[in-house]
């Protein structure tokens, strides 16, 4: 299986190259050319596999250059039972949300207790490999701009692997002082932390802008390195979240929640695009699904998206209790659109273009009514989230965390809206205790509020009985190694510095 650029078709590369280089030197996305097809046939044959099982069966088909030794090796490495927990690095929680059946797909099991582990647990060892490879001999510096989860789960995939070195950005004011705290804390003698003065969309737009600029490439080279990506715009990140919207259906059957070929609704708490985005390759490539929920905070960029086909970024930025959402450019966006038009590079590139230089485009009618055909948009605000944070302890005693409780509300607006009782799989992408003040807030009943997360931790345990993830317990004791903080133009010399080659 080859792959291309969704800006340049005629940039084609393996699975490797498309790994170890993370972005196209035009600075579009790889894409697949073609999608293995999974029948229902083969979905059959899926369902006594596990999770493992499955994840190589995926990866086989996706990365043909990959031995299966070689794939076994990093499947075995990444969703083992102790970094995940169980055998079952996915498992779905059966809860109902007024009246309704929500099955929850809780992603968190991982190091560091969000769905972004499920990627970057293996993602190191997909790269290495694929630098091996493309055999230019060199470590691969990994840099990442992060709204908070992202940053600690690339930190944690690649601490002390050989060959790479890891360099994160996040925004100074836009994560959570937990997800601050586990990032200024990590172990590893080939990472660094640094915060800049902006938001998470300029942390990534700093991050793509030292990938493209030449001189700061050719520096690197000159010292045997090279840029690579962690950031969901990698390949290696996309692929691994595919996996899990097909082992979860085959979980549905297997738990008699379905039966084999039977549709499901797939709702997911959005940022980027890019786990929204899994979903609907597992669909194109044969997994029954009815209708794509995509749950934005009140940075609602893609549900105006979604509803009009214009995609405008020129709106008032805004700091929520779910910051990881907390994104007005939704970089795998473009790799929908390359696909909805029908794999034609010239009008993404255009599209993309618009969207540098005037922060807006309007995608072609045909696109418009593709998007809109598989896919519904809606947001919810604060204070809606906690509610519906509340409403979920009352009724069910189960505890989630903001970024799913977005996912629950807009489900729970779409059933009211629509009346489809499609079978649904909502992705749970965090635990509460990533989020404790807001959690807190929404569980606390006039309980006076303590000054540190760790003490509001273990008062939300003491409310809720929802245990605390002892990765995150462990890091109480735990004193901060960065505490750096940029400009954004200063990003490149800091990057430069970091890797003595200034
Ligand atoms: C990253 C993240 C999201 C958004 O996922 P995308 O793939 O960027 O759309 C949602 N929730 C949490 C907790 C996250 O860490």
Excluded at 48 to 71: M, R
Excluded at 80 to 88: L, Y
Excluded at 180 to 191: F, I, L, S
Excluded at 265 to 291: D, E, H, R
Aim: proline content about 4%; charged content about 25%; overall charge negative.
């Amino acid at each position: 299986m080859l792959y291309n650029s969704t800006e340049n078709k005629n940039e084609v590369v393996s699975a490797s190259q498309a790994i170890a280089q993370g972005i196209s030197k035009d600075g579009g996305l790889f894409v697949p050319q073609e999608l293995p097809k999974y029948d229902e046939e083969t979905l059959k044959s899926l369902l006594p596999l596990g999770y493992k099982g499955i994840a190589k069966k995926v990866f086989s088909d996706f990365l043909t250059d990959f031995t299966a030794e070689e794939i076994d090796d990093c499947v075995e490495k990444a969703y083992t039972a102790e970094k995940f927990g169980s055998d079952n690095p996915a498992p779905i929680a059966y809860k109902k949300f007024n009246g309704n059946d929500v099955n929850i797909l809780e992603l968190w099991h991982g190091p560091t207790c969000a769905f972004k582990d499920m990627a970057l647990q293996i993602l190191p060892h997909l790269l290495t490999k694929s630098l091996k490879k493309t055999n230019d001999g060199k470590d691969a510096v990994i840099l990442v701009a992060t709204s908070g989860d992202t940053g600690k789960a690339a930190l944690e995939g690649f601490k002390d692997v050989e060959h790479t070195k890891i360099i994160v950005f996040y925004p100074v004011d836009g994560v959570s002082p937990m997800q601050k705290h586990q990032m200024n804390t990590q172990e590893g003698e080939n990472v660094k932390v640094c915060a800049i003065e902006g938001n998470f969309d300029d942390a990534q737009t700093g991050v793509k802008k030292i990938f493209t600029t030449p001189e700061i490439s050719e520096k690197l080279g000159e010292n045997n390195m090279m840029f690579s990506s962690a950031n969901s715009i990698n390949w290696g990140r996309l692929l691994p979240q595919i996996v899990y919207y097909i082992a979860s259906y085959c979980e549905l059957v297997n738990d008699g929640k379905i039966q084999l070929g039977d549709k499901i609704n797939v709702v997911v708490p959005t940022g980027n695009f890019g786990n929204i985005l899994a979903s609907y390759y597992a669909c194109c490539m044969g997994l029954p699904v009815n209708k794509f929920i995509c749950a934005s905070n009140s940075n609602n960029v893609l549900t105006d998206f979604i509803n009009t086909g214009v995609y405008d970024k020129n709106r008032k930025f805004y700091t929520t209790i779910s910051p990881s959402m907390d994104i007005l450019v939704s970089s795998n966006l473009e790799r929908l659109l390359y696909k909805l038009s029908g794999d034609n590079a010239e009008v993404t590139r255009e599209w993309m273009t618009a969207l540098k230089t005037d922060g807006k485009y309007e995608v072609s009618a045909e696109v418009k009514d593709a998007v809109k055909s598989a896919f519904y948009g809606g947001y919810c605000d604060d204070e809606m989230t906690k509610a519906t944070i509340r409403k979920m302890f009352d009724e069910q005693g189960y505890l989630c965390d903001t970024h799913t409780a977005v996912a629950v509300a807009v489900y729970d607006q779409y059933v009211s809206e629509t009346g489809d009782k499609t079978p649904v799989v909502i992705a749970s992408t965090a635990s509460p205790y990533k989020f404790s003040r807001a959690v807190l807030d929404a569980v606390n009943d006039g309980r006076e509020l303590p000054d540190n997360e760790f003490d509001m931790a273990d008062l939300i345990n003491e409310i809720t009985s929802a245990e605390i993830p002892a990765p995150l317990a462990s890091l109480k004791n735990k004193k901060a190694r960065f505490s750096d903080v940029v400009k954004v133009d200063e990003m490149p010399d800091y990057v430069l510095g970091a890797l003595g080659v200034k």
